[in-house]
């Protein structure tokens, strides 16, 4: 009796994936508060912490929209036989489908008790309207979403989350989103990646500051909707100036298709200038990276509070990213991150030649980045307001 019950039907053990790693490191810090935690997941993950783990396959294929369908529906029936066990249903989720889903496969009561986590935003007419031409000559990857996680379905959270007793975002821009929905009980949890105590121990080495190289980083997926071609065509317009000694590292995390991207870097004779990594430690190569490149194509199936960036403005290293509205509560631009307008290659080129040039434009944009993380957006404020809110 007295358990919280926490189920995530897509997930990754790895932690490769931002809405997995942030499921972990809840599930863990409820656990050291001294919480009786169980977990429902696709498959089995490595903790140190005390947590009775529910898990139905030894390989888990995350991209299956059939198979995190089949998962729901596994997890829901065994939540149907057990609720009575838990004070709280945590589910975490990230569409109005999957929303719709919930509500025909728990039941009543453990509806009553469940508090629904939603991690990502749906795409607005709006947003369709400034990226048309893109989504158009993508229409078919991003059928799923059309169908799944956009205005067309939004009316779903309407029909299925009052159902349930609260309701969790972890951006603005998802609370503005879902108040037109009715929900009563809203609450907004920004989610954050390392713990103030981790934080001074993480110590920096002077390396970006001694290298004779401009190091650019990338880190995240290789799919079409991150952008990455447009690293390369970057590069290839930094190379052609020769105005800048510079290293672009792509470290691409497994979704998307990599074997495309090396065709280009080969094409374009840049072997010596785009170094590939695979497997790599986060905190490692961002601490020897001068500036870290996200050239989103758009924010829809993105988590609106990106570990990524966290990551990075947890350690100071400065981030560049495309203005979106969407990521408002993380990212001011000008003030704690610098502008990538993927419409003008060029533009790009010259803002990366001036902060090569000039280390303290660097170092001011750093202090801000450090300042806006400590603000609420810590590890410890992620699990001390799920505490506060499941308990």
């Known amino acids: 009796?007295?358990?919280?019950?926490?189920?995530?039907?897509?997930?990754?053990?790895?932690?490769?994936?931002?809405?997995?790693?942030?499921?972990?490191?809840?599930?863990?810090?409820?656990?050291?508060?001294?919480?009786r935690v169980v977990t429902y997941t696709p498959t089995n993950f490595i903790t140190s912490a005390k947590i009775e783990?529910?898990?139905y396959r030894p390989i888990s294929h995350y991209s299956s929209l059939a198979e995190s369908v089949i998962n729901l529906w596994l997890m829901c029936?065994?939540?149907n036989r057990n609720h009575v066990d838990y004070k709280v249903i945590n589910f975490h989720i990230a569409t109005p489908v999957e929303s719709f889903l919930l509500t025909l496969f728990l039941c009543q009561s453990a509806s009553e008790?469940?508090?629904?986590?939603?991690?990502?935003?749906?795409?607005?007419?709006?947003?369709?309207?400034?990226?048309?031409?893109?989504?158009?000559?993508?229409?078919?990857?991003?059928?799923?979403?059309f169908i799944g996680n956009s205005f067309a379905c939004s009316f779903l959270y309407t029909l299925s989350l009052k159902r349930f007793h609260k309701v969790i975002v972890h951006c603005e821009y998802q609370r503005k989103q879902l108040i037109v929905h009715g929900v009563n009980e809203l609450i907004l949890i920004r989610n954050g990646v390392f713990s103030l105590e981790e934080l001074p121990l993480i110590v920096l080495p002077?390396?970006?500051?001694?290298?004779?190289?401009f190091v650019l980083l990338y880190l995240g997926h290789a799919k079409e909707s991150k952008g990455v071609e447009s690293l390369i065509?970057?590069?290839?317009?930094?190379?052609?100036?020769?105005g800048l000694e510079f290293t672009l590292i792509l470290a691409l995390s497994?979704?998307?298709?990599?074997?495309?991207?090396?065709?280009?870097?080969?094409?374009?004779?840049?072997?010596?200038?785009?170094?590939?990594?695979?497997?790599?430690?986060?905190v490692e190569e961002m601490s020897n990276a001068d500036l870290l490149l996200l050239p989103l194509r758009t924010c829809v199936g993105t988590s609106l509070m990106p570990n990524v960036i966290i990551e990075a403005m947890s350690l100071g290293l400065p981030v560049a990213v495309p203005d979106y509205p969407e990521l408002e509560d993380l990212v001011s631009l000008g003030e704690n991150a610098f502008e990538l307008d993927l419409s003008d290659i060029s533009s790009i080129s010259r803002m990366i030649l001036t902060l090569s040039g000039n280390r303290s434009l660097?170092?001011?944009?750093?202090?801000?980045?450090?300042?806006?993380?400590?603000?609420?957006?810590?590890?410890?404020?992620?699990?001390?307001?799920?505490?506060?809110?499941?308990?």
Request: aromatic share 12%.
């Open 233 to 242: 065509e970057l590069a290839k317009y930094l190379e052609a100036s020769q």
């Open 53 to 55: 783990k529910v898990f």
């Open 254 to 282: 497994g979704f998307g298709e990599n074997k495309h991207l090396y065709r280009l870097v080969k094409q374009s004779k840049l072997e010596h200038r785009v170094h590939f990594k695979d497997e790599v430690n986060v």
């Open 206 to 213: 002077p390396s970006r500051v001694q290298s004779d190289d």
């Open 113 to 145: 008790k469940t508090v629904v986590s939603i991690w990502q935003s749906y795409l607005t007419f709006d947003e369709l309207k400034r990226n048309f031409k893109y989504f158009l000559l993508n229409s078919i990857k991003y059928l799923h979403i």
């Open 362 to 391: 660097l170092e001011k944009v750093s202090h801000s980045q450090k300042v806006r993380i400590r603000d609420g957006m810590t590890l410890d404020s992620f699990v001390e307001g799920y505490f506060q809110s499941l308990t």
């Open 1 to 35: 009796m007295d358990k919280i019950c926490f189920a995530l039907h897509r997930f990754r053990a790895d932690k490769k994936e931002a809405i997995s790693k942030n499921f972990v490191n809840l599930v863990e810090g409820l656990s050291r508060k001294g919480e």
């Open 77 to 79: 029936r065994d939540i």
